[in-house]
Nanobody
Framework: QVQLQESGPGLVKPSQTLSLTCTVS??????????WTWIRQPPGKGLEWMGV???????YYSPSLESRTSISRDTSKNQFTLQLSSVTPEDTAVYYC????????????WGQGTQVTVSS
């Protein structure tokens, strides 16, 4: 059974860097069938795709967030990490990591989500 689990601080101060880790169990992040994604949902708004890291360690980001976003991975721990710099209260959201299947082009496994609040 594949599981994804987000972890990181629930409260971040404005101008700081938000850092979240997704720990994957039951599947390898180097498998060439999947991409690994960060998605967020601000309060009262829809889902926002933030970026992805592929099995070959390539990364792609939302144009609106690209200047502040970095996704990396630790294959020894089977984890991938999101860093979002210079956060503002508008970055307050529930953050999800999710697996995207390449062939079916869908998100088949999601983490439970973690609430991050940006506030002083």
């Amino acid at each position: 059974q594949v599981q994804l689990q987000e972890s990181g601080p629930g409260l971040v101060k404005p101008s700081q860097t938000l850092s979240l880790t997704c720990t994957v169990s039951g599947a390898s992040i180097t498998s060439n069938y999947y991409y690994w994604t960060w998605i967020r949902q601000p309060p009262g708004k829809g889902l926002e795709w933030m970026g992805v890291i592929t099995y070959s360690d390539s990364t792609y980001y939302s144009p609106s967030l690209e200047s502040r976003t970095s996704i990396s991975r630790d294959t020894s721990k089977n984890q991938f990490t999101l860093q979002l710099s210079s956060v503002t209260p508008e970055d307050t959201a529930v953050y999800y990591c999710a697996r995207r299947t390449i062939v079916a082009n869908n998100y088949d496994v999601w983490g439970q989500g973690t609430q991050v609040t940006v506030s002083s």
